[in-house]
């Protein structure tokens, strides 16, 4: 009894030694795999972050209206007034724009860093000023003839 269940033995482990080897190889395929495919979406996302379109122009938005429409190509000063001798001093400058002085209390959009990505935007939520950069259709300033 004893050495006929000793008999099988050998086998056995080395049936399930190699079942077992077999797993941890696809296993170290797959983290191989995925890996790569996370390296690869990284190396995407990466690019798309690093090379995203820069805007050609900012649109100023007051309480969901737009106000104005202003080249990033073109350095500029424009006084947004909100009424009430509330104002949001906006300047494009080396094709950013951002919100040199303003007379909200908090001073969000004042600290805010420059913009110059599509779809980057200043909000000042006091005054409900949403800058954003678009890619305007009207200037087209990336064509330089
Ligand atoms: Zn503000």
């Known amino acids: 009894m004893d050495q006929n269940q000793n008999i099988p033995t050998p086998a056995s482990p080395d049936g399930r030694g190699d079942h077992q080897g077999k797993d941890v190889r696809r296993g170290r395929n797959d983290?191989?795999?995925i890996s790569a495919l996370l390296l690869i979406l990284a190396i995407i996302g990466?690019?798309?972050?690093?090379?995203?379109?820069?805007?050609?122009?900012?649109?100023v938005e007051v309480g969901g209206q737009v106000y104005g429409e202003y080249s990033l190509s073109r350095d500029t000063v424009v006084d947004i007034a909100t009424g009430d001798g509330e104002l949001n001093?906006?300047?494009?400058?080396d094709g950013k724009a951002f919100v040199e002085t303003a007379t909200c209390p908090d001073g969000i959009c004042v600290g805010h860093r420059p913009i110059s990505r599509m779809g980057e935007s200043?909000?000042?939520?006091?005054?409900?000023?949403?800058i954003t950069v678009t890619d305007g259709v009207d200037e087209g300033p990336d064509i330089v003839v």
């Open 31 to 33: 983290i191989i795999f």
């Open 46 to 59: 990466l690019g798309f972050f690093l090379f995203r379109k820069e805007g050609s122009s900012v649109t």
């Open 89 to 93: 001093r906006l300047v494009i400058r």
């Open 122 to 130: 200043i909000v000042c939520l006091p005054h409900q000023i949403v």
